[in-house]
């Protein structure tokens, strides 16, 4: 299903809208951007789920797919995007069969891949010099806020930019702010993911401690739950690590490679994150145990 919650969409003009890259952020995202009326074309590396894309989407207005960033971009007022890492959006911004080289002059380019700020101001200046217009808008919620329609969004880049882009990314956002100059989206969402790395540490040390304390850390839980301990980690993947389920949610993969660009951006600029390293290393002890696409909360595995 496009949707596990579906909602009610705004009456944005419709828009001639791209979407690069399909992967389980990306499909359901260009999916809302398609049933809330806009013209959607796709384009993913792997061809076969743009086809498919197009085939679900099928009563929506006009769905096509590209063969390359450029095709896919041509025309277009807004070209949304959500890949891998910053060379995967390299690849599909720049050179001959890049988007940049086939956007009409003044169209704009949101970037929801979670990359480095520094590419972001890269990919800013380039798109200037070619009289285009680039927003870093990295998104927290995970894949079952794609799903809903309920990401949170922290851009950086142009107010003019955004404000023309806001009313149509609300399709798949609960919230999209911005939040200061070119890279600001990015630096935003490694806070983001310092937060989350200590959260989801103390929350496994935590149902371990009690387990080993022979509670019943699902009664627990409920009742601290209510207090001051109290956090989105504990609400809604407490119980799932006392049951020792950790497949769905955002992968240990994907944290390490958040929590490189954090370490790499700490450097930069002297920040101390002596916890969020640590986190970082315990990560790659679940890579090691075999759980490199577990959910992020399986730290408690190691703990066992």
């Known amino acids: 299903m496009p949707s596990t919650n579906p909602r009610n969409y705004d009456t944005t003009p419709s828009r ?44 929506t207005k006009a769905p096509q797919h590209a063969a390359t960033p450029r095709e896919a971009a041509a025309g277009a007022d807004i070209v949304f995007c959500c890949v891998g890492n910053d060379d995967d959006l390299r690849s599909v911004t720049l050179g001959a069969d890049g988007a940049f080289a086939g956007m009409k002059p003044g169209a704009i380019f949101v970037d929801h891949t979670t990359a480095s700020a520094e590419v972001a101001r890269e990919l800013y200046a380039a798109a200037q010099a070619l009289g285009l217009q680039f927003v870093d808008a ?33 399709a798949f956002s609960r919230a999209f702010t911005l939040l200061g100059a070119s890279g600001s989206g990015q630096l935003a ?30 009664q627990v839980l409920e009742v601290i739950g209510k207090g001051a301990a109290q956090s989105w980690q504990m609400d809604n993947r407490g119980k799932t690590m ?33 916890v969020t390293a640590l986190v970082d290393q315990f990560y790659a002890d679940v890579q090691k145990m075999g759980g490199n696409r577990w959910d992020t909360s399986s730290l408690i595995q190691r703990l066992k």
């Not at 890259?21 to 809330?36: D, F, I, K, N, W």
């Not at 969402?189 to 699902?218: R, T, Y």
């Not at 049951?243 to 002297?270: C, I, P, Q, S, T």
């Open 16 to 59: 001639k809208v791209a979407f690069l890259g399909l992967g389980v952020m990306g499909y359901p995202m260009a999916g809302h951007l398609a049933l809330a009326g806009h013209e959607v074309t796709v384009y993913n590396r792997t061809a076969t789920k743009s086809v498919a894309w197009c085939a679900e989407y099928a009563g």
């Open 138 to 170: 990295p998104v927290s919620g995970g894949q079952a806020g794609a799903q809903n329609g309920l990401l949170t969004v922290m851009c950086g880049g142009d107010a003019a930019a955004f404000e023309a882009v806001q009313p149509v990314a609300m």
């Open 189 to 218: 969402k490694m806070v983001n993911q310092i937060c989350i790395a200590g959260l989801v540490q103390a929350l496994s040390e935590a149902v371990a401690f009690g387990q080993n304390a022979g509670l019943d850390m699902k």
């Open 242 to 274: 006392v049951d020792g389920k950790f497949d769905f949610g955002f992968a240990v993969d994907w944290m390490r490679k958040d929590l490189g660009l954090v370490l790499d951006e700490a450097k930069r600029n002297g920040s101390r994150v002596p």
